[in-house]
């Protein structure tokens, strides 16, 4: 049961750009924020961005700042993310979370109770 439907991934030259987006796959969701993670090879699930639904307020990890922009689209309930100047250690799997109840943290895995596949990104030296 596929909950949140990724697209945009693939394969980019170091300093590079791609924009990942994503859809909840039911639209009786009542979304209130929206995230990214992502995970490599060997390494832990790791939170990248998310953006609160009604607010807009946006989150990433510190690391990431500046690089990455995440946006959303409530019109389509959309969910996208921005990846600019990349570098071949952004190479991972991103998956989208959807959370659908109001709480004040958005870095870890427990604050989203929908996923997507995941998507995956390759960054080329």
């Known amino acids: 049961q596929v909950l949140a439907v990724e697209s945009g991934g693939g394969l980019v030259q170091a300093g590079g750009s791609l924009r990942l987006s994503c859809v909840p796959s039911?639209?009786?969701?009542?979304?209130?924020?929206m995230g990214w993670f992502r995970q490599a090879p060997g390494k832990e699930h790791e939170f990248v961005a998310a953006?609160?639904?009604?607010?807009?307020?946006?989150y990433y990890a510190d690391s990431l700042k500046g690089r990455f922009t995440v946006s959303r689209d409530n019109s389509g309930n959309t969910v996208h993310l921005q990846m600019d100047s990349l570098k071949p250690e952004d190479t991972a799997t991103y998956y989208c979370?959807?959370?659908?109840?109001?709480?004040?943290?958005?870095?870890?895995?427990?604050?989203?109770?929908?996923w997507g596949q995941g998507t995956q990104v390759t960054v080329d030296s």
């Open positions: 953006v609160g639904w009604d607010s807009g307020d946006t």
């Open positions: 979370a959807i959370k659908t109840y109001v709480s004040d943290t958005y870095n870890t895995a427990h604050d989203y109770n929908y």
């Open positions: 039911e639209r009786t969701f009542s979304v209130s924020a």
